[in-house]
């Protein structure tokens, strides 16, 4: 089982920018789909974005498109997030996660209505605060 480890988290103001981190215990690049999630205080855990490992597919959230964007990078076993023009509504724990499952890497890099439990891989979370 693959493990997941996130960092980058932290507070900024609105219209600033983090960068989230995700590293895999193994090396996942041929065949994953790799993810975020969020979830807010009172709320569902949401699809942010995510990546077809294996070449390249990409999905974003509408609220996001525009100003995330992922970045693998193949030979640190990790994946980086990029929030940029954050805003308060971002605010939330963010979580990696990642499964390699044919129905999940089948719709991994489009539209897709994959949630939480189709991944069988998590990460503890960070935390990410926006103030206006």
């Known amino acids: 089982q693959v493990q997941l480890v996130e960092s980058g988290g932290g507070s900024v103001q609105a219209g600033g920018s983090l960068r989230l981190s995700c590293a895999a215990s193994?090396?996942?690049?041929?065949?994953?789909?790799m993810g975020w999630f969020r979830q807010a205080p009172g709320k569902e855990r949401e699809a942010v974005a995510r990546?077809?490992?294996?070449?390249?597919?990409?999905y974003y959230a509408d609220s996001v498109k525009g100003r995330f964007t992922l970045s693998p990078d193949n030979a640190k076993n990790t994946l980086y997030l990029q929030m940029n023009s954050l805003k308060p509504e971002d605010t939330a724990m963010y979580y990696c996660?990642?499964?390699?499952?044919?129905?999940?890497?089948?719709?991994?890099?489009?539209?897709?209505?994959?949630?939480?439990?189709?991944?069988?891989?998590w990460g503890q979370g960070t935390q990410v605060t926006v103030s206006s």
């Open positions: 996660a990642a499964d390699g499952g044919e129905i999940v890497v089948a719709g991994c890099g489009g539209g897709a209505n994959l949630g939480p439990a189709d991944f069988g891989a």
């Open positions: 193994e090396y996942i690049y041929s065949s994953y789909c």
């Open positions: 990546v077809y490992t294996g070449d390249g597919r990409t």
